[in-house]
């Protein structure tokens, strides 16, 4: 059983470079991912690339599992797991604030959206998605 969560955890999980993402197939079977995440209020926030598989998974089972790891996803022994329940927004509102809160903590997100904004007058970029993330 996993102990309970206080409001810091939150910002445990958010003060993280990289946190591996786990989302279960239908099997139930964990598929993980290092992703960049951020607080945003009571919730932690994902972006991605839509459609994406973490998406597709997500449709089906909400439940999630974040664990602090590398950019290459590796978790460290003894690393703790925060489990929780995911939402998906792909309304431009819901995406836009979602970028928003990965860009006040990654220099390397607005950097990239900015280039997008240059860029996509040639050639339309992959719509994203935002996740959010409640703790449980």
Same mark, same amino acid.
């Given at each position: 059983?996993?102990p309970?969560?206080?409001?810091?955890d939150?910002d445990v999980v958010?003060?993280? =470079?990289? !946190?591996?993402?786990?989302t279960?197939?239908r099997?139930g079977e964990?598929?993980?991912t290092?992703?960049w @995440?951020a607080?945003?209020g009571?919730?932690?926030? !994902?972006?991605? *690339?839509?459609?994406s598989g973490k998406l597709?998974?997500l449709?089906h089972?909400?439940r999630?599992?974040?664990?602090p790891?590398?950019?290459?996803?590796r978790v460290?022994?003894?690393?703790?797991?925060?489990a929780?329940?995911a @939402?998906?927004?792909r309304?431009?509102?819901g @995406?836009?604030? *979602?970028?928003?809160?990965?860009?006040r903590?990654y220099?390397m997100?607005r950097l990239?959206?900015?280039?997008?904004?240059v860029?996509?007058?040639v050639r339309r =970029?992959?719509?994203?998605?935002?996740?959010r993330i409640t703790?449980?």
């Amino acid at each position: 059983m996993a102990p309970p969560r206080t409001p810091g955890d939150l910002d445990v999980v958010a003060a993280h =470079r990289y !946190v591996s993402l786990t989302t279960f197939r239908r099997s139930g079977e964990p598929v993980s991912t290092p992703v960049w @995440v951020a607080r945003d209020g009571d919730e932690l926030v !994902v972006v991605t *690339v839509d459609p994406s598989g973490k998406l597709k998974r997500l449709a089906h089972d909400p439940r999630v599992e974040l664990r602090p790891c590398d950019m290459r996803g590796r978790v460290p022994d003894g690393a703790p797991a925060y489990a929780g329940t995911a @939402v998906v927004d792909r309304s431009p509102e819901g @995406v836009a604030a *979602v970028k928003r809160a990965i860009g006040r903590k990654y220099v390397m997100a607005r950097l990239g959206d900015a280039l997008a904004a240059v860029t996509d007058r040639v050639r339309r =970029r992959t719509p994203r998605a935002g996740i959010r993330i409640t703790l449980d």
